[in-house]
Every structure is written in C-alpha cells, then in structure tokens.
C-alpha cells in the first residue's frame, strides 16, 4: 500500500487524472445565440436567463428565441440585438444592468471597489501593526533550527476543546 | 382540531413572555429558582410548538380541509410524505416550522448547559427567547396556519366552508428532495441563533474571554454544515427536477442562503485566532451578529415580496415586520458591542503580513466581500428601482462576472492559509511548503493550455484546485506516512488514525478538499453545450461524440398524474452506453393542469447526458421535443458536496485519545517528522 503512494506513482495519478478530464472540457460552445441569449431574461416570469427557461412551450422563450435568431439571422451586431430587445421589452429583459450611465456603472464597480479598498487597508493595518512591533535578534545557524522547529510545531498546532 | 394547535401557540406565546421575564428577573434579584424557572419555561415552550406542529400535521394527514393553509398546499391523493412536507409548503407552515426548530435547539441549549455558565444561560435563555417570541407572535397574529376557510362578502366573514379536495401541493415540490432540503436550510438559518444568543450574553456578562465561542463552536459548525448541505441539496434538486440544465441560478433566494453560510464560513476561520492568539474579539462578534442578521433577512427575503424570485411567496405584510425585527436586533447587538469595547481588547499583537493568522484575515475580507456582493447584487434590482426609478433584472451574467474571480481568490486563500506558520512564515519554511503545489499548479495549468482550455476562469479555478488540493493531500500524505513508519501501520490505517487524533485540523483540510471538488465541478459550466430538436421513432441526433436515437414513447400514470415518456438510446462514438426515459407529467389540481419534466440523465465522472422531453413536438403526435446538454464534471459539485459534509463531521468530533503506550509511539512518529534530532545548544 505504501508503495502507492510513492512519488512517481503520485505523478501518474496526477497526469492521468488530468488527461481523464480535460477532453471534457476541449470544445466550448461558441454559439452567438446561446451567448446573447444567456444575457437576456425571458420574460414569463420564471426569473430564468432566455437559454434556460425550463416552461413546456413557454409563451415567451420560444417566440424571444425565434426573434432572437431572427436578429442574428439579419446581419445585427450583438449591441443591435441586445438594444432591440430592450426597446421592445424594456430594460428589464437584460439579465445584468448596462454598462452605461453612473448608477449601473457604480453597480458594475462597487463589489471590486469594495475588495480592494479591504486589501488595501488590510495591508496597511498589518503593515502599521509590524512597524510597531519590535524587531527580533539576528539569528545564528543554531537559533534558526530552533526557529524553524518552533515554527514547525506552531505550524501543526490546533487548539483543542 | 386545529383549535388544539391554535391554543397551544397562544400558550406557547404567554409562556415565551414568562420564559424571558423570568430570566431576567431570576439574574437580576439573583434568585436560581426564577432562573430555573425560565428555563424550563424554555422547554415547556418546545413542547407547547411541537403540540402545535402535531397538530398540523395531523389535519395535513387527515385531509382536514376545513383549514386554509391544509386545503391551500394539499389534497387527498397525496402521497403521506409529501403531505408531511406539505407542512413547509407555504408561509404560515414554514414560519411554524422555523419557529419548532427555534424551540428544539432552545430547549437542547439549554437542557445541555443547565449547569453550566451560569452567570450567561438567563441572558441566553433571554435572547432565545425574545427570537422565538416575534415567531410566536407571528403564528400568532400575523400568520396562523389554523385559519378555517371562512366564505366573506367584502371584509365580513359570512360563513364558514370546508371543500371537498384540497387545492394540492405544487407538483415541482413532490420530489423526495424538497422533504429533506428546506428541513435543512431552516435548521442551518435557526443554528445561528444559538452562537448569536451566547454573544450577547457575553457582552452583557462582560465575559468576552473564549468561554462563549468554546461553548458556541460545534453548534456553529452544525448549523453551518448543516446550512451548507440544505443548500447543496437544493442545487442537486433543481439539477435533477427543474430541466434547465444547472442547479444554481443566483435566484435571490438562493443567494438569501449563501450569505449566513459565507459569514458563517468567515467566523470558523476567525474564531481560530481568538481561541489562539486572543485577537479579533470584536470582529468575531460582528460576524456572529451578521450571520444571526443574515439568517432572518434570508427568511425575510422570501418572505417580503421585496425582491422577485421563484421561490418567493406572495407579497405580504410579513416582511414589514421581519424588517422590524432586523433593525431592532441589529441595533441592540451593536449598541451593546459599541458599549463593551474597552473590554475587547486584543491579548496579543498580530503576526506578520505574510502568517496565518494575517491569512484568516485575508480569508475573512474575501468571505464578506463575496457576502456583500451577493447582497448589493440581489437588492440592486430594488435599490435602482428605488433610487433611478428604472427596473433592472441582475442575474446570473452579473453574479458570474463579479463572484467568480472572488471566488477563485478565496479558493487560492484556502490553500495557502494552512501552509504559511502563525506569527511569521519564514523563507525557508514557504519554499518548502510551496514549492510542490506551485509546481503541480503550474503542470496543470501548462496541460490545460495544450489540451486547448481557454476559458480564463475556468482555467484559473482548475490551476488552483490543483495548487490547494496538492497542499492538502502532501498534509495527508507527510502526516500518514511518518505515522506508518513509527508505528508500523497501514497507510490507510495512519491516515484514519491522524485524522482521528486531531479532528479539528484533519476534518478542515477534508472540508477545503471538498471545497476543491465543488471548484472542480464549478469549472465544468464553462463548457457545457446544448441544443434543441424535433426526432420521431427512428431519428437520431448528435452532441459533441454522443448521438441520442429515439426508440419509442409510451403513456405513464401515477397516483395524481398522467403523462408520457421517450424511450431513448444514448450511443458514445457509435456504442450504446444507456437507455434514457425523458418524460413530462401533468398533475391535475383544484387549479387546473401543472405540467413538469421528468429529467433523464446520464452522469459521469467526465460529463453528464440531460435529457428533457418537452412533448409533442407536432398536432400529429409522430415527433417529441427535445432539449439535451452536455455538462462536464457535474457529478464533482455532489462529490464535493459529500467530502465537504464529510470534512465537517469529522471537525465536529471529539479528538480520539491515545493510551501511554500509544501516546510514545506517536512521540516516535513526531520526532520522525521533525527529522534528525537537534543538538542540544551548550550552556
């Protein structure tokens, strides 16, 4: 059993995990229709994207996907499209908001803002934190062993109930 | 009957007032008997609800449709489990049953801890309490599920009817799942009550030490689990009932479960620091308090008609109270926080930039930024109708294009937390842990390339799998292995018994393992591929390498259905592999005809074959409708799902104890995974 577990034979594991499952993921779909049609919403109120409308012969999917491939099928970029079916339907038929205008775009922006303003301050509270905490002694070969084994200990350390 | 239920609930409601008073009271004039009192006030409320959810039962099972809520969500050919589910399908039951389980964990915490912490249980009794009294309040006032069907010319109640059939049970929630799923969510959303009830106490008591968040640990990573699996069940019955191909569609109702879970994954991170470097006392209780938010705004949510989802029940008062309830919550919790903070102060400083306990931090950022993306993209909709008065739908392209990259970040976090030492990793010690992971990270990511992945997120996600899952299993691997050769056992043997020995540690790297699988599986969405069509008898269709031909169809009847089936066979490069039953149902309610799709899929380690059968594709009856995908790496997500519940039990159990003997043999096996002894320094 040990032997199984041995490097080399770790390393066939790996790459034939690896071969195993990434056939799977060789071909994506690049269907302009699926593509557009996963950024509108039907409009039966499921609450589902156009593509995925699960309604047995939903008055609304089927008659959006026709004239979806109606638009594509007339020479429409994907911005035409895409305003074709907001002015008919209103703004509400695209699955995420524009990227236009300052409430949408604060929108769009705001989770990413959030992030790095966090980092930004993490980095800067654990930075200040380390400023004003004493610098340690140099060490010697013999204390950096120590060092290493201490830190190795904490590293395996799990407080207990 | 059901004024049996309606008077317990009354009484439940008068014993709940007691409960409270008398805690407070009995803490107050220190006098035990009063304590004790309310206590067991506690326990007799459990019993009074149960009482009331027995009852309920009992008319759901009887067909007692002289009751509303009975006739509204059942009729009588239901089968007998669904009628018990039934109980949780509509919003008087489901806010019973919330408020049952409210009074089961009370009545555990307070049973198991009736010795212990004295100076906190009346203050925690209290808060238990006061949540289970707005419940009761609501059963009773608000929203009673013992309402008789009553016949009314304009607001007056003419008379009272009961009808011959009940109106049924929506037929999407007829599904074994949907007995188990929604039992589960509740329980997680309830469990967070219990660690938010022992942070109050101790903010009261002024006993911030670890004393709350020792006793509070296990029932948070219950809840947590527990909140976690109802959430993974709910994906795995929408993949398998809904037929659209996916099982999370970032519907504001499944998002109103991610959110607790992701605080509450932040606070089993964080508490870790506390318990052992005595810091982020302050930031603990924020997220206990959080997740306790969370929780009720999730059921409020649901519950408010504020937002539009599916699973959403119809508009109602409800949610008027539910805010109510949160912004008074919130307020008293943070008032009282605001108020203890001279005595939240750390023990010790914080480690380097580059240390573990900076990484919990890291970690926590991450977790609550992913919370509040997940909330700010789920009100948005209100929020620009609100404030630009312009309706807008934020859906799947928006919480993909923002969570995801999060996600990946926090995956990344997972695997370099546990290999960077507390206070300060050393050079020496990250080129040794990471050495191995960036390697197989890099392999797979160059592997990826040349087997043509170009989907960057998917890539992304897929190349840091490799990197935490390769940390994870070299901890397996270094730990087992010197165990085996101290002690002479069996890898698989070490690896039960390290895992055994320190539960808590072993049974996270489980969970961050089922974590990697979830990603795994997550990636496979990036490729799936679809298509419509129309075939006959006879007629065959192609997807990628598999070709599917339609053998027959035939009619199938249930006991409150009828509908029919396509007999198809799936051929992989011209080899049958299985035979597929697509099939759609109609179920015949007080409401009419319900139509559903009985999914038929072929799963796989590689990719799962979903087949719907949509019906007659023509008048004339010769040709089916059908939708089929290929989804790569699904079964990974359920997979995952399992090592991540698996990981979590584990964390939840006692560390097994060694004996003496035992106990130098696994002194042996430390010594071997420092390696060769250090010469003792001279003095």
Partial sequence: MRNLFRKDNLRLFFLVGVLLLTPALGAADTDRTKTLGSNLMCICGCGQVLTECNHIHCPSSVPMTAELKDHLAAGMTDKQVLSAFVEKYGSKVLAAPAFSGVFNKTAWLLPFAALLAGLAGLVYYLRRIKSTTAQPAPSTLETSRYDRKIEDELNNFTPED | MGQVGQFAIALAFVVTIYSIASSLLGIRIKNDKLIASGRNAAVAVFVLISTAIGTLAYLFLTSDYAYAYVAAHSNRNLQTYFKISSIWGGQEGSLLFWGWLLTIYTALVVIQNRRRHMSMMPYVTSVLMGTSLFFTS????????????????????????????GQGLNPLLQDPMMVIHPPMLYLGFVGMVVPFAFAMAALITRQLGDTWIRTTRRWTMAAWGILGTGILLGGFWAYHTLGWGGYWAWDPVENASLMPWLIGTAFLHSVMVQE???????????????????????????????????????????????????????????????????????????????????????????????????????????????????????????????????????????????????????????????????????????????????????????????????????EFYKGARARSLGTGEGFPEAVVNLTMRNTRRYGGYLAHLGFVLLFIGWSGQAFTADSEFNAGIGDSFQIRNFTVRVDGFEAVKGQNYTGDRANVGLYKDGV???????????????????ATSEIAIRESLREDIYLVFQGAADNAGQKGAFHIYVNPLVVWVWIGGVVLGLGTIVALLPNRKSTPAKRRKDQSVEAMKEGPPIAKPVS
């Fill in chain 2, 276 to 474: 052992k470097k005595g810091m982020l006392k302050v930031w603990n209780i924020v997220l206990v308090i959080m997740a306790y938010i969370m929780a009720v705004f999730g059921t409020f949510l649901t519950r408010s008609g504020v937002v539009n989802s599916v699973h959403a029940f119809a508009k109602s008062p409800i949610g008027g109270y539910f805010l109510a309830f949160i912004v008074i919550a919130m307020s008293g919790a943070f008032y009282l926080l605001v108020d203890r903070l001279p005595y939240l102060k750390n023990e010790k400083q914080m480690g380097a930039v580059v240390s573990r306990e900076s990484s919990f931090l890291f970690n926590n950022l991450i977790l609550l930024v992913a919370c509040f993306s997940v909330l700010f993209g789920t009100m948005l909709p209100s929020l620009s109708d609100w404030i630009t008065g312009n309706k807008i739908t934020v859906s799947k392209p928006f919480f993909n294009a923002v969570d995801v990259p999060i996600a990946i970040f926090l995956l990344f976090l997972t695997g370099v937390g546990p290999l960077l030492a507390w206070r300060k990793a050393s050079t020496n010690s990250l080129k040794r842990n990471f050495m191995v992971p960036t390697a197989v990270a890099c392999a797979t990511g160059a592997v990826l390339l040349l087997m043509g992945v170009r989907h960057f997120y998917a890539w992304s996600a897929l190349v840091m799998s490799a990197f935490v899952g390769t940390s994870i299993i070299r």
């Fill in chain 2, 138 to 165: 609501m059963h009773l006032f608000v929203a009673s599920p013992f309402k008789m069907n009553a016949a009314q010319v304009g607001t007056k109640i003419v008379g009272l009817f009961t009808p011959a059939d």
């Fill in chain 2, 576 to 594: 049958k592999i299985a035979n597929m039953y697509p099939g759609r149902r109609t179920y015949e309610g007080a409401e009419g005809e319900q």
